[in-house]
């Protein structure tokens, strides 16, 4: 390799390279700003902190800046789940009628883009497996096209939040038929939310509750929860999309709650730091553990990074993309299957595995390198019916660009 070693093993010019590519988005006022964390064989190897939290006051990004990770939240949840699971008080082929009796008798859509009215019997029950892999029939508004996309918005609201408790959004959930037999394929949905709540139903207690006392606690993970209490709020990176008719970013932030709010999902909600969600990471790339807390075991680690979807099924386009032709989808986190073909998309090593953010949050365990990287902005995507053909709204070239760019970057500052 040529060029000095730099910390975690990295080629040192390569690793120079990144914060220029990035400087140059925010430049040209396709993002806001940047925290960007590379962790490598024990060592935190590179922090960037590049361009503005937030625009108007002028306040930069620092290492410590708060981002809605939305779902990146997912594998968190699915971690929360299969603790459960080694406790045995849940198995991944149980019914989810046994904790959620609300979606008993499931209707499912003749056809997926038609009358929310033209149903037939769902063939079998939903599972816990189900939720956990996408194929569970439930959907997401933005991921759905026709009638039953804008059925999801008028009985739930923002599939980020909403004015809902719990058990009244899964009892409204539970009334909208499913868009696909439970099994049938992976469509991007609410099912995480759902599996949040199973979480708090099954331990007897809040899903929030059980995520602080079981899992953020042990691990000091003090910057990680559902809201953001008002001595943190400084911190946090304001949400910002491109205004059509300025071409200028706008700020778009969430209203902040007076507490935690009642919602909790699980399958977008979380507020963290590079910092926080590194933890996290680390943990899954170390098979479950971390500094002597354990979550789960090597063995159950080793199923949920394991693709879980049939063939036929990665053939189906995701997103209107062929997103799994070189990676396929275990319990909660996408997993790379074969790097060449993935490489369109990105960059990682077979076995590498994460999730991303709607609002362009994005991670990465790779154990074959030792490596975590993060990626984390704040870019707004549209979250409303049918929002999934329109997915580069609100973002121009270089800010979409800016991701596959940065992961090249990072696994040729190791050479490769």
Request: aromatic share 10%; net charge negative.
């Amino acid at each position: 390799m040529d060029g000095d070693q730099s910390l975690g093993g990295f080629n040192t010019a390569g690793l120079a390279q990144i914060a220029p590519n990035l400087q140059g988005v925010v430049d040209a006022g396709d993002l806001s700003g940047f925290v960007t964390l590379l962790w490598r064989k024990g060592e935190v190897a590179q922090v960037n902190t590049i361009g503005l939290r937030d625009i108007a006051s002028g306040k930069p990004m620092t290492r410590d800046t708060l981002f809605r990770i939305a779902s990146m939240t997912k594998p968190i949840t699915s971690v929360a789940l299969l603790m459960l699971m080694e406790e045995g008080k849940v198995k991944l082929d149980d019914p989810i009628t046994k904790w959620a009796p609300e979606f008993s008798n499931m209707k499912v859509l003749k056809d997926p883009t038609g009358p929310v009215d033209q149903v037939y019997d769902a063939p079998r029950e939903i599972t816990i497996d189900d939720l956990m892999t996408h194929r569970s029939g439930l959907a997401y508004g933005f991921t759905s096209v026709g009638p039953i996309a804008h059925a999801y918005e008028k009985a739930l609201g923002s599939p980020i939040g909403n004015p809902h408790a719990p058990d009244i959004w899964m009892a409204r959930l539970a009334e909208l038929p499913l868009s696909y037999p439970p099994g049938d394929r992976f469509h991007y949905s609410h099912a995480t939310d759902v599996l949040g709540f199973l979480v708090g139903r099954i331990a007897g207690m809040g899903f929030r509750e059980f995520l602080m006392e079981r899992i953020f606690q042990p691990l000091g993970m003090t910057d990680t929860d559902f809201w953001c209490p008002p001595e943190k709020r400084d911190r946090m990176a304001h949400l910002y999309r491109v205004n059509p008719e300025t071409d200028k970013l706008q700020d778009v932030s969430f209203i902040h709650e007076d507490a935690p709010p009642a919602f909790c999902g699980g399958g977008g909600g979380l507020i963290s730091t590079a910092d926080d969600y590194l933890t996290f990471a680390r943990l899954m790339l170390n098979k479950g553990e971390l500094n002597g807390v354990r979550l789960i075991s090597p063995a159950t680690f080793d199923l949920m990074t394991t693709n879980q979807l049939t063939d036929a099924q990665r053939e189906i386009p995701f997103m209107g993309i062929p997103f799994w032709m070189g990676q396929g989808f275990g319990l909660g986190v996408s997993v790379i299957t074969d790097p060449e073909k993935q490489a369109w998309m990105g960059a990682g090593s077979k076995g590498a595995f994460g999730w991303p953010g709607a609002f362009g949050t994005w991670w990465q365990a790779d154990p074959t390198e030792d490596m975590v990287m993060l990626y984390l902005i704040q870019n707004s995507m549209p979250l409303g019916p049918e929002a999934a053909s329109q997915l580069a709204t609100g973002q121009r070239m270089g800010g979409r660009v800016a991701l596959p760019v940065f992961q090249k970057l990072v696994y040729g500052a190791l050479g490769k």
